[in-house]
């Protein structure tokens, strides 16, 4: 009995006083797992129930709208969000989109004939034509810029059939503006369309001094058509010619209607004309130098 007594004692004995380490142990062991389980619970996924899609698709069926994803409006009917236009750096303005021109020579004189850095252009019809030159012959400026040719003319006397003094002048201010206006109309309004020409000039713009003058002068004898050809300026010869036959044998004194007079008249004009697309060549640069000026 003893025999067998001692090794159950051993065993008891040998239990009781590792108990408390083997307790440790394990609880040492079961502790880490514990403080684990929030990772372990984070990185488990729970599988779909097969009910849930079921429920889904019975709801999407009744109620579509709701289960639908929210869309910009633009994109709910189909369309393509478009984004807002933005204006070029360089926009032609409404006179250069219509072929006509707003300008003015020094800030003052009528320039509506001239087109700057505009080459695909429509072409105008005889109305505008003629309504073109009637806004330069009628523009206020105008009449300031004859009155200073009478006044010229006055002081140097010529012509002086006309004598001086009011009734002088009036004569000298009636036959330049008369001149002027015939002139105008014949080469820039009536031969143009009658002859399908464009009286409008076409501003070269770029290269030196002597390939712009030279394309200012040429103007006179070369112009385009309605089309955009480059022809012989038959409008600018014959206007001219035909204004000053018109204005000699009409309105001017008895003692200066000859064809020397007529034909002297014819060049005097044709000379203006070609200082006038001098002016207007050059003139688009003497503009913008006030402006490059202020910036600097």
């Keep these: ?44 996924t ?56 707003h300008d003015r020579l020094f800030w003052a004189l009528p320039n509506f004939l001239t087109v700057e850095n505009a080459e695909n252009v429509p072409p105008l019809t005889p109305g505008q034509k003629f309504k073109l030159v009637a806004r330069g012959v009628f523009d206020p400026m105008e009449f300031v810029l004859v ?13 002086s059939s006309y004598g001086q003094g009011a009734q002088g002048y009036a004569k000298r201010y009636g036959t330049a503006y008369g001149d002027n206006a015939i002139e105008n109309f014949m080469a820039y309004a009536v031969f143009p369309s009658i002859l399908h020409q464009d009286p409008r000039y076409y501003q070269l713009g770029h290269g030196g001094f002597k390939k712009r003058a030279g394309h200012a002068l040429s103007r006179v004898i070369i112009t385009r ?32 209607r ?13 000379g203006w004309d070609a200082a006038t697309y001098m002016v207007k060549e050059f003139w688009p640069d003497l503009r913008k130098k006030p402006h490059k000026d202020k910036q600097q």
């Design 1 to 44: 009995m003893i025999s067998r007594q001692i090794p159950i004692a051993v065993i008891v004995c040998a239990a009781f006083l590792m108990g408390p380490q083997v307790s440790r142990s394990a609880a040492q062991e079961i502790m880490p797992a514990a403080s684990a389980s929030p990772d372990m619970a984070s990185r488990v």
């Design 46 to 101: 729970l599988a779909p129930s097969p009910f849930a899609q079921l429920v889904k698709d019975a709801q999407e069926k009744v109620n579509p709208q709701q289960t639908a994803p929210q869309q910009p409006p633009a994109q709910q009917h189909g369309q393509q969000p478009t984004a807002t236009p933005q204006q070029t750096p360089q926009q032609q303005t409404p006179g250069q989109q219509n072929g006509t021109s």
């Design 147 to 159: 009155a200073f040719v009478a006044g010229l003319g006055q002081a140097s006397d010529s012509d």
């Design 225 to 256: 058509s309605d089309s955009g050809q480059t022809q012989f300026n038959y409008s600018e010869i014959l206007g001219a010619g035909s204004a000053a036959a018109i204005s000699t044998y009409t309105y001017h004194p008895q003692n200066e």
């Design 258 to 270: 000859s064809f020397g007079n007529v034909a002297t008249t014819w060049v005097t004009q044709m």
